[in-house]
């Protein structure tokens, strides 16, 4: 199960953070994993319209094997990249008089939070939740 959107505009944002919300309540997640979900989406989404000049995509995926099953959430933006991302994932490192609280609190809301980015290619967010789903039979 897959689902893309394409982030142009401000509003975008919004329909991101519902689209994650109905994504993850179709595959069964519980509300709060939903939330925690939605929060990191909103975030991230967030950045794109910041620092990419809303130039970007989101893509909900459901994955299910052996081991059990979660959402994936990919945000994509055609941005300047982040210089250091090692420094971005510090409490309080902010280069736009932010709290510096964002990429961070995504960090700890998530399972897994992966970050490719450059110049030339701009940023990759890659965040997991494992589902505590009740079974849905969408495989």
């Not at 609280?101 to 701009?122: F, H, K, T």
Request: charged residues 20%; aromatic residues 6%; negative net charge.
């Amino acid at each position: 199960m897959r689902e893309r959107l394409q982030l142009r505009q401000e509003i975008d944002l919004q329909t991101a953070t519902i689209r994650c919300r109905q994504f993850a309540a179709k595959v069964g997640m519980e509300e709060i994993l939903i939330q925690k979900l939605a929060t990191a989406t909103s975030e991230l989404t967030r950045n794109v319209y910041k620092y990419a000049n809303c130039q970007g995509w989101v893509e909900f995926t459901y994955h299910q094997d052996l081991s059990g099953s979660y959402v994936q959430v990919d945000v994509v933006d055609r941005g300047p990249g982040i210089a250091d991302v090692e420094q971005a994932m510090a409490d309080h490192y902010s280069t736009s008089g932010t709290l510096g609280l964002g990429l961070p609190g995504v960090q700890r809301l998530v399972d897994s939070l992966e970050i490719n980015s450059s110049a030339e290619e701009g940023t990759h967010v890659t965040i997991r939740m494992q589902c505590i789903c009740q079974s849905r039979g969408l495989l």
